[in-house]
């Protein structure tokens, strides 16, 4: 029986997750996928990206010094990695390295601690792919649909429900919905099968012009107030997805594959299956990837993002972006709590109750996150916008709530 502690001791898990510190300690762009797991973890990061750079060996410490002064530098990320594979000394190596003592022993004991509490791991590209070229802009990518909208409002197996706001100038989150819109519009299931259901929560009905035409429902939530991510997707399942079986909120930034709704339907035919994350991993991808995905998906027509070319942070088993959910199953736990308001803690508190109440299953499809600039979740004292709640208590959503009421936040005459 093995002696050694129940942690990562595989040369080249240890060699990417030092790699993964360096960028993240040098990176804001980086570890601002998800500020909060960032501070969770930043000091063990922190910890192991200092300790690779004191390494006395002077091959290792010099590229690691050309990484952390060019966090984006996937040659360089390349070369500390493989400098690294050879320093752990493989699989049979690293595990004798961490019964010893050095320097080297203290670095594969400090990464693999890292590797075992963060929820974020950089991801560097290919080294020697081409440029990304230009930013596609969202008319573009509209234009010439493969397969137009049905508008139809007859059975469907499945709707897709779009929660979406972006400022007049937003220019990257509208090119990130039309990315997603043409991304469901080349779907291998047939297309009168599926609804796209676009719900716009907003002070005026800002893009509805670009999005009415090329969705099956376009909805125009009224709200001036903070984005409210919950009632914004209770009103799409309740005004547009219904009476569709199976439901997918799906964010507005998030890509997928051709066959994202095939694969989904089918899934659902296994007994006992009430609703799942299509995803593992999610990779976040950086700005420059997000175009090279984009063009590749939707441009090129490629099926799918070859997740190993592109550069970006996977965050691991994240509650939101995308899932699925039999329609009854979403309206049985009371869809969304209402009460969230600002970004963060509403793809959360859903996960917990509705793995409280069904079984929720995993899947590692490759679907991406495209890159936008993060919306603040705190208020301006620092208090996260979900404290309210919190204090209420998560998961005390009730059940029977009435959910998805248009005139929510319409002032009464």
């Avoid at 007859?154 to 990257?172: L, T």
């Avoid at 919950?230 to 998030?254: K, M």
């Avoid at 936008?372 to 004292?381: F, K, L, S, T």
Wanted: net charge negative; hydrophobic share 45%; glycine share 8%.
């Amino acid at each position: 029986m093995s002696t050694l502690p129940a942690r990562p001791h595989d040369a080249v898990a240890l060699a990417a997750a030092v790699v993964s510190s360096v960028i993240l300690a040098h990176d804001p762009v980086a570890r601002a996928v998800a500020p909060d797991y960032w501070d969770w973890s930043a000091e063990a990061h922190h910890r192991t990206a200092d300790a690779v750079l004191a390494l006395p060996d002077l091959p290792v410490a010099a590229a690691a010094e050309r990484l952390a002064k060019d966090p984006a530098d996937d040659g360089s990320a390349a070369e500390l990695a493989d400098l690294l594979g050879s320093l752990f000394g493989g699989a049979a190596g690293a595990a004798g390295a961490a019964r010893t003592h050095g320097p080297v022993a203290a670095l594969a004991e400090t990464a693999a601690e890292t590797e075992t509490l963060s929820r974020l791991l950089a991801k560097p590209g290919r080294a020697g792919v081409p440029a990304a070229g230009a930013v596609p802009g969202a008319a573009e990518l509209l234009a010439g649909l493969p397969r137009p909208p049905h508008r139809g409002r007859h059975p469907v197996d499945a709707a897709v429900v779009i929660p979406y706001r972006a400022a007049d100038d937003a220019e990257g989150r509208v090119r990130n919905l039309a990315a997603v819109l043409a991304a469901l519009a080349d779907q291998s299931h047939p297309r009168e099968r599926y609804r796209v259901v676009v719900v716009e929560s907003d002070a005026r009905p800002r893009w509805r012009e670009l999005v009415e035409g090329v969705c099956d429902t376009y909805l125009f939530a009224p709200d001036p107030g903070r984005f409210n991510k919950s009632w914004t997707v209770n009103v799409g399942v309740v005004h547009g997805a219904r009476p569709a079986e199976l439901v997918c909120v799906l964010d507005g930034d998030i890509l997928v594959d051709r066959d994202f709704v095939a694969r989904a339907v089918e899934r659902f035919r296994e007994p006992g299956t009430q609703g799942h994350w299509p995803y593992r991993d999610m990779l976040f991808l950086d700005p420059q990837a997000s175009v090279r995905a984009v063009r590749a998906r939707c441009i090129d027509g490629q099926g799918a993002v070859d997740q190993s070319v592109h550069r970006g942070v996977h965050l691991r088993r994240p509650p939101g972006g995308c899932v699925w959910l039999r329609e009854s199953f979403f309206s049985r736990i009371g869809g969304m709590d209402e009460r969230f308001s600002g970004w963060g803690g509403e793809d959360q508190d859903f996960v917990w109750r509705a793995e409280r109440y069904g079984p929720m299953d995993r899947h590692a499809d490759p679907i991406v996150h495209l890159h936008h600039d993060r919306a603040p979740h705190r208020a301006e004292d620092g208090v996260p916008f979900y404290e309210e709640v919190e204090q209420a208590g998560f998961c005390s959503w009730p059940c029977d709530s009435v959910i998805g009421q248009l005139d929510r936040h319409v002032p009464a005459s």
